[in-house]
Nanobody, 126 residues
Framework: QVQLVESGGGLVLAGGSLRLSCAASGRTFGAYAMGWLRQAPGKEREFLAAISWNGAITNYADSVKGRFTISRDNAKNTVYLQMNDLKPEDTAVYYC???????????????????WGQGTQVTVSS
């Protein structure tokens, strides 16, 4: 498994942008698919985006497609989530996750995710 630490969250006005980062420890980062999920108060955890080990495959939830972009830098053991045109409904705790494939990030009610970060708060003010 890898250990994951998110950063980059904060308070932003509606229409603004943030870039989240997730730093992974361990030499196996490059073998994992990575993803981002979020959980708003009183709501279930929601898949946002995933990327394959080499970046060739990405998958996005409809709710963020066209606004959020996932990317990774295997040399830095880091995965990113660029978030543009943020809306108040994007307010949530954002989690980084690692799995053995892209589909394991978003399927099976997230039970197949191998590792989770501790989360970073994103608050979008109107």
């Amino acid at each position: 498994q890898v250990q994951l630490v998110e950063s980059g969250g904060g308070l932003v006005l509606a229409g603004g942008s943030l870039r989240l980062s997730c730093a992974a420890s361990g030499r196996t980062f490059g073998a994992y698919a990575m993803g981002w999920l979020r959980q708003a108060p009183g709501k279930e955890r929601e898949f946002l985006a995933a990327i394959s080990w080499n970046g060739a495959i990405t998958n996005y939830a409809d709710s963020v497609k066209g606004r959020f972009t996932i990317s990774r830098d295997n040399a830095k053991n880091t995965v990113y989530l660029q978030m543009n045109d943020l809306k108040p409904e994007d307010t949530a705790v954002y989690y980084c996750a690692a799995g053995t494939s892209v589909s394991r990030i978003y399927s099976d009610n997230y039970a197949s995710i191998d590792s989770w970060g501790q989360g970073t708060q994103v608050t979008v003010s109107s």
